[in-house]
């Protein structure tokens, strides 16, 4: 095979040296990766888990229920990974509020980011060395690569290494906002479907599991942290830790409610259909204000808009027929 490209493809006996020093070094890459992965020392709980219950893990709702202990990187985690732990505990929350678990999330997090901040430059280095080896490409491209002086070049590859190490950051919180404002949106219905299923003799944990199943095509976040929730008490974890983490993972602050008072009727043995009815009633009340909220917000938010778009139409009818008109008289 190659061979044959070099025999098709003269322009690359003189740089096949540097095409197999880039094949080698991105080999030894994910050589080192594979065996960092292999070599990550595994929670004998997360294994006792899946020799128990294997169907079940495999599904990616099940993912990140049980892991190790967070402790200081060392090695090469240090280059791949903050070493301030308050830094690693704001980044595990942000992976955790847009969804993604595991004890290696910030790790691989990381490693995308230092991933992106070598290929895209390497990208844009291998089309110019491509280019200058006389190897065919569009038209457009080449112009381009042509047009390019040495600094401009440098100024690129710079500007490349930054967006692939910072986007993955900007990406990040979009996912954070758009999950949050998913389960805010889909939580009162879901609190309604259980004070029902409560108050039709399910229990609190059967009635979250139903809903979850219910609600598995219309609210997917909400669901899977229902679920997150059954399955972190049936491994045999404590009820109130399970719903404290509930409350952390969503980052909503009627999620961290509606926690503090289930916890709160099974402490002191209050009915959990009369809490649960009384809050439902309090989330439909702020969910109406929040409404109006928005609703009133719109004639100020309107108001710039239409004085931006409308303004300059208004001058140009009240002053434009008095410029006509002296134009006319003195021109």
Same mark, same amino acid.
């Given at each position: 095979m190659v061979?044959?490209?070099l025999?098709?493809?003269?322009?690359?006996?003189?740089?096949v040296?540097?095409i197999l020093? @880039?094949g080698?070094?991105?080999?030894?890459?994910l050589f080192?990766?594979g065996?960092?992965?292999a070599l990550?020392?595994a929670?004998p709980?997360i294994? =006792?888990y899946?020799?128990?219950?294997?169907?079940n893990r495999r599904?990616?709702?099940?993912a990140?229920?049980?892991y190790?202990?967070?402790?200081?990187?060392?090695g090469?985690?240090?280059a791949?990974?903050p070493v301030d732990?308050n830094?690693?505990?704001?980044l595990?929350?942000d992976?955790?509020?847009?969804?993604?678990?595991g004890?290696n999330?910030?790790l691989?997090f990381?490693?995308?980011r230092?991933?992106?901040?070598?290929?895209?430059?390497?990208?844009?280095?291998l089309?110019?060395m491509i280019r =200058? %080896?006389g @190897?065919w490409?569009?038209?457009?491209l080449i112009?381009? @690569?042509?047009s390019?002086?040495?600094? $401009?070049?440098?100024q690129?590859i710079a500007g490349?290494a930054?967006?692939?190490?910072f986007a993955?950051?900007?990406w990040l919180?979009?996912? $954070? %906002?758009?999950r949050?404002?998913?389960?805010?949106?889909?939580f009162?219905? #879901?609190?309604d479907?259980i004070?029902? %299923?409560?108050e039709?003799?399910?229990?609190?944990?059967?009635a979250?599991?139903r809903?979850?199943?219910e609600?598995?095509?219309s609210?997917p976040?909400?669901?899977?942290?229902?679920?997150m929730?059954?399955l972190?008490?049936?491994?045999?974890?404590e009820?109130?830790?399970a719903?404290?983490?509930?409350a952390a993972r969503?980052?909503?602050?009627?999620?961290?409610?509606?926690s503090n008072?289930?916890?709160?009727?099974?402490r002191?043995g209050?009915?959990?259909?009369?809490?649960?009815?009384i809050?439902?009633?309090?989330?439909r009340?702020?969910?109406?204000?929040?409404?109006?909220e928005r609703?009133?917000k719109l004639p100020v938010?309107m108001?710039a808009?239409? %004085?931006?778009?409308?303004?300059? #139409?208004?001058i140009?009818?009240?002053?434009?027929?008095?410029v006509?008109?002296?134009?006319?008289t003195?021109g």
């Open positions: 061979e044959w490209l025999d098709n493809f003269p322009a690359l006996n003189s740089n040296n540097i020093m @880039i080698v070094g991105v080999g030894m890459m080192v990766y065996a960092f992965d990550t020392p929670n709980a294994r =006792r899946r020799r128990n219950d294997l169907n599904s990616s709702f099940d990140g229920i049980l190790n202990p967070e402790v200081d990187p060392k090469l985690m240090k791949l990974m732990r830094e690693r505990s704001r595990k929350r992976l955790r509020n847009a969804g993604f678990l004890q999330a910030i691989r990381f490693g995308l230092v991933a992106l901040a070598i290929a895209l430059p390497m990208v844009f280095v089309l110019v =200058r %080896s @190897i490409l569009p038209g457009d112009w381009f @690569i042509d390019l002086p040495p600094l $401009v070049m440098l690129i490349l930054g967006i692939g190490f993955p950051a900007v919180k979009r996912k $954070v %906002s758009q949050v404002r998913e389960i805010e949106e889909s009162p219905n #879901a609190l479907l004070q029902i %299923s409560v039709a003799g399910l229990g609190f944990d059967a979250m599991t809903v979850a199943n609600m598995v095509h609210a976040a909400l669901c899977q942290e229902f679920r929730v059954q972190e008490i049936a491994a045999g974890g009820r109130e830790k719903l404290m983490d509930l969503t980052g909503v602050d009627e999620v961290n409610s509606f008072v289930v916890l709160q009727s099974v002191f209050t009915s959990m259909s009369d809490a649960l009815q809050y439902a009633h309090e989330m009340t702020s969910r109406e204000l929040r409404a109006q609703a009133n938010k108001s808009v239409m %004085s931006a778009l409308m303004l300059p #139409a208004m140009l009818l009240i002053v434009g027929p008095v006509i008109r002296w134009m006319n003195f």
